[in-house]
């Protein structure tokens, strides 16, 4: 017993080492992945190293196998039947057969005459079409998030860049308060105010290199590859979305992946129902075989034929279930179509709207911000305003940048939002129409 219980703890044991082993390697291959990988990426080359390294893109694919095997299970003919009797004699007397034993061998074939098997190959096929227009359909979504920190990315750095402008605009006026405080013009809390001012600067440009590092990781994350930054590569301008809603929802009707994919459930359903009726049909089985006694010996053939009576089971449930999941399939399809057109109005409608804000930003406060500059520090030289006022116009203008970047932003979130709703998101990449390379 001893002994029994050291086997299973050495067999647990082993199995223990040889999962750590394992995951030691496929950390090992995963940090090599993440080191051949490039540094920084643009979006298109993020969506080449997506389809061919990410583990995650890999497993969406791998569905599809699982539908393929279906397939060939569709196909698949019933196995022939091998039966083996034996016939013993109890009584003194034989009054059954001659001899003391009798034996039957008998193979009985299972014939698929009403056409199940092709149903079936039929039903499997749209399943697995339908299986291949969800995956598309999950595809979508995940190039839809790559892209979103992809702009995320772009826009933290343009924050950096402002930021790093503005700290040295601070830098600027830190030499020009030192020259005023030697010349007796400005007092030491003037230069303490610029070395707070400058501090302030510095800690939120940190705090943006932090997000931009952040986002960088969640990038490696969303794609499953542990240990990859990329860091995004363009520059942060409007792809230029149309906003024509009757084109978009054309386009939806025709390519939408979540449409497509309801589409060829209904398909699928349909399919699945026309196996289930032709399932219905009992399947007759050819059998033959012979029958032998031995003292004496004897033999005979034997040939018959066995089918199941559908007298109480005529398929009425497999049939009911068929039907039940087409009328599902069918409402499914229709709630994607009216969500679809529903979200393609809201991401229209929003994008128009967040197009005008920028802008109208841009034109009413972007273009007066030079103005703002050369006056405040013109101002403060003449001795005509105070340190205080000039630190003001300052933040006004990097503030102002700042919103502008945010604007720009939700702008392409929104061009985004309407592409992935009309169904338009990797025509971007295929066509190459997208302006962020």
């Known amino acids: 017993m001893k002994r029994f219980a050291w086997k299973i703890h050495f067999n647990l044991s082993s199995i223990g080492l040889a999962l750590m082993f394992g995951t030691m390697a ?14 920084t990426v643009t979006m298109q080359q993020l969506l080449d190293i997506t389809r ?16 393929d095997a279906g397939v060939v299970a569709a196909g698949v003919l019933p196995n022939p039947r091998l039966s083996y009797g034996r016939f013993d004699l109890v009584s003194r007397r034989n009054t059954m057969y001659d001899g003391n ?31 291949a227009a969800e995956i598309a359909a999950d595809s979508v979504g995940l190039i839809y998030e790559e892209w979103l920190l992809f702009v995320k990315q772009l826009a933290d750095r343009q924050r950096i860049a402002v930021l790093d402008e503005t700290a040295q605009y601070i830098e600027h006026l830190s030499g020009i308060v030192s020259g005023r405080l030697q010349a007796g013009s400005a007092s030491q809390y003037d230069l303490l105010r610029i070395e707070i001012e400058a501090k302030s600067v510095e800690t939120r440009r940190e705090t943006f290199r932090n997000n931009l590092s952040a986002t960088a990781s969640d990038l490696g994350v969303l794609l499953g590859l542990s240990g990859w930054k990329p860091q995004a590569q363009g520059d942060l301008i409007s792809l230029n979305v149309p906003t024509d809603l009757d084109k978009l929802w054309a386009d939806a009707e025709k390519i939408h992946p979540d449409i497509e994919a309801t589409r060829r459930g209904e398909i699928a359903a349909n399919a699945d129902l026309a196996r289930a009726k032709r399932e219905r049909w009992p399947t007759p089985s050819v059998q033959v075989g012979t029958v032998f006694t031995d003292a004496p010996y004897g033999n005979t053939s034997f040939a018959g034929v066995a089918v199941d009576l559908p007298i109480f089971d005529r398929g009425q449930g497999t049939i009911a279930r068929a039907n039940a999941e087409k009328h599902a399939a069918i409402l499914q399809y229709n ?11 809201r991401a229209v409608e929003l994008l ?23 006056m405040g520090e013109a101002s403060y030289r003449l001795g005509k305003g105070s340190l205080l006022e000039l630190l003001d116009a300052s933040r006004s203008r990097t503030e102002t940048l700042l919103t502008k970047f945010d604007l720009m932003q939700s702008e392409i979130e929104a061009e985004l939002d309407v592409l992935r709703t009309s169904g338009l998101l990797t025509h971007m990449f295929e066509n190459q129409l997208t302006k962020l390379n």
């Open 352 to 374: 128009i709207r967040r197009r005008e804000t920028r802008s109208n930003f841009e034109r009413n406060v972007i273009a007066k911000l030079p103005d703002l500059k050369n």
């Open 26 to 39: 496929s950390c090992r291959v995963m940090a090599g992945d993440a080191q051949s990988l490039p540094e």
């Open 52 to 67: 061919a390294k990410s583990p995650r893109y890999a497993a969406l694919q791998q569905r599809i196998e699982a539908a």
């Open 335 to 345: 709630l994607a179509v009216a969500r679809t057109h529903g979200e393609l109005e």
């Open 101 to 131: 034993v009798q034996q039957q061998v008998i193979v009985e074939v299972p014939v698929l005459i009403a056409g199940q098997r092709g149903k079936r190959i039929e039903a499997a096929e749209k399943k697995a079409d339908a299986t």
